[in-house]
């Protein structure tokens, strides 16, 4: 069983709670693979699958920039699947999946706080930039990354999503 971390958007959030599964966008997802292993010195298990988790955010980024519509707040889902392919010719953390990750495995769903809708907003302008070594767009970045996503059990989807 492998913890994956799936980057997502508010509506596909609110998509998981209606179906009771969600795709992650061409199958990507994102988790402690032996190369992210490899590429930190140091790190308990827990460190790493929290890096993990905050590419899968960086990513959410670009899925809010790729939507006019889509709510400013990061969204990540974790899951426990049996199915993940490892893909490190796209990055240390990167796997594919081999298909929808039904409601039943998701694990937990992290979400940005209202508070953070204005960072991440600008963020999801430069994303691209930053990635592309402008300092500017970095720090743009370091702004809504210094937002702690917030934890949610899977039971407690319905409510969250009701209350934004």
Avoid: C
């Amino acid at each position: 069983m492998t913890r994956v971390y799936l980057p997502a958007t508010v509506a596909m959030l609110r998509e998981l709670n209606e179906k009771g599964e969600l795709a992650a966008v061409n199958g990507t997802a994102f988790a402690l693979t032996p190369a992210l292993r490899e590429s930190y010195a140091t790190g308990s298990a827990e460190e790493l699958e929290y890096a993990a988790m905050l590419d899968a955010a960086r990513a959410s980024l670009r899925l809010i920039a790729g939507d006019p519509d889509a709510q400013p707040r990061r969204a990540v889902v974790s899951a426990d699947v049996e199915d993940a392919t490892l893909r490190p010719d796209l990055d240390n953390a990167v796997v594919k999946l081999a298909g929808p990750i039904p409601m039943d495995t998701v694990a937990a769903v992290h979400l940005d706080t209202a508070e953070a809708e204005d960072a991440v907003r600008a963020a999801a302008e430069v994303v691209d930039a930053a990635d592309l070594g402008d300092p500017d767009a970095e720090f743009t970045l370091g702004d809504a990354e210094d937002h702690e996503l917030a934890w949610y059990a899977r039971q407690e989807l319905p409510f969250l999503l009701e209350l934004m």
